[in-house]
């Protein structure tokens, strides 16, 4: 099958391309490097010994989306392209709604008019908001509580819509719950530009020495220990999931909505640990106040992907983090040299 993957140089986007190519996929990445390095994709041709081809375009520029959809003979596309700093967004909505939603709309017509009609879209457990029912099922109102996240809600109603005024459509909306980790090779990983937002990348960079501690936001939520509890899932087991619902959408048309997650939580003090034994050393840490609009407990109601994919997680927190540090030790500045 041909696949473009739209932002396939970023963090989970490298892994599935990876993924794609071992399965015997041809696959073409689009992405402006906004947030991403080209030395991810040449990372992913030395470990597979096979090519893929970057086209350097920003989703924006309409007329090159189109040149690349209209000669490319594609099956299918698995959009990952998008800004994700909820802090940023707040700040900055219009960028984010100009990106992500009218960067997709681009994506769309494009595709619509060179006749391909299966999409995989990166969609986020952030359109569940603050919801207390854990765990998360496909079936809650969405009711995201940022910018970022209501680009993502109005992402899956535009590709419901979509489906709805034209059957040949089929689109998986999948939402990853807390992605972390790196391909067991250590070659390739998350590579955050700046200051990381997530709790894994900050706690790698603290145990390389890059940052001196981590701040835990918030010590006094009803949880085991009184830290945030959320998802984490191995990008791997992502990685697969895309897999499976690429496979699910050459039988069946619709749209379709799976929670990609483990269906366990974690809170902020056993990642802290299970990161620790990894790197074989403490990671310094200091209690803070809670971060504004942090949910206390969020993991996933799993068994949608495992009952129409067959799809589960099947690495651990242990695993994730041992893989994340073999990266973070072997590239302390990520890709930039
Ligand atoms: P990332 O920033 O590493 O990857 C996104 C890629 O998209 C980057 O390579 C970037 O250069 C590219 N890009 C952004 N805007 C573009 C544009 N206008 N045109 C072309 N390329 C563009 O992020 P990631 O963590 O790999 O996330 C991938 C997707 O998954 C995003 O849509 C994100 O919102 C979503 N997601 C991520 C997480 C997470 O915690 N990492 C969780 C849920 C959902
Ligand atoms: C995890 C836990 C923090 C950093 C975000 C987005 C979401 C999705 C995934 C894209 C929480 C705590 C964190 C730190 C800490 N992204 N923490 N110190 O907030 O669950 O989700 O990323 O779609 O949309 O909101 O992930 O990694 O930021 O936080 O104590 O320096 O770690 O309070 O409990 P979150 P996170």
Redesign the pocket.
């Known amino acids: 099958m041909k696949v473009l993957v739209?932002?396939?140089?970023?963090?989970?986007?490298?892994h599935t391309v990876l993924c794609l190519l071992e399965e015997g996929h041809d696959v073409v990445v689009?992405?402006?490097?906004?947030?991403?390095n080209a030395e991810?994709l040449i990372r992913v041709q030395e470990i597979t010994g096979k090519q893929v081809a970057l086209q350097e375009?920003?989703?924006?520029?309409s007329a090159a989306v189109h040149g690349v959809l209209r000669g490319g003979n594609f099956d299918s596309v698995v959009?990952?392209?998008?800004?994700?700093a909820v802090g940023e967004s707040v700040v900055d909505p219009l960028t984010y709604y100009k990106?992500?939603v009218a960067?997709t709309i681009n994506l769309l017509e494009s595709m619509q008019s060179a006749g391909v009609h299966r999409l995989v879209f990166?969609?986020?457990?952030?359109v569940y908001g603050n919801s207390e029912n854990v765990p998360l099922t496909e079936k809650l109102h969405l009711e995201a509580t940022n910018p970022?996240g209501r680009t993502?809600q109005h992402i899956e109603e535009m590709l419901n819509d979509l489906c709805t005024s034209d059957p040949t459509w089929a689109v998986a909306l999948l939402?990853?719950?807390?992605?972390a980790g790196a391909h067991e090779s250590g070659l390739i990983g998350?590579?955050p530009v700046g200051v990381p937002n997530?709790l894994v990348p900050f706690v790698a960079q603290v145990a390389v020495g890059r940052r001196d501690k981590l701040f835990v936001f918030g010590g006094d939520y009803p949880t085991i220990d009184g830290t945030g509890v959320r998802d984490y899932i191995h990008v791997m087991d992502l990685a697969e999931g895309h897999l499976a619902a690429l496979g699910h959408i050459q039988r069946n048309c619709g749209a379709f909505k799976w929670n990609l997650g483990t269906g366990k939580g974690s809170s902020v003090l056993e990642v802290v640990d299970a990161f620790g034994k990894a790197a074989g050393r403490s990671i310094k840490y200091e209690l803070v106040a809670r971060r504004p609009g942090d949910a206390a407990v969020s993991y996933a109601d799993a068994a949608a992907a495992l009952a129409d994919l067959g799809w589960s997680a099947r690495r651990n927190l242990e695993q994730m983090c041992a893989d994340h540090w073999r990266w973070q030790v072997s590239n302390p500045n990520g890709y930039e040299r």
């Open positions: 739209t932002g396939g140089a970023g963090y989970i986007g490298s689009l992405d402006n490097l906004s947030n991403s991810s375009i920003d989703l924006l520029d959009h990952f392209a998008g800004l994700k990106n992500n960067g990166s969609s986020s457990a952030t970022y993502k939402r990853y719950f807390n992605p998350e590579s997530n």
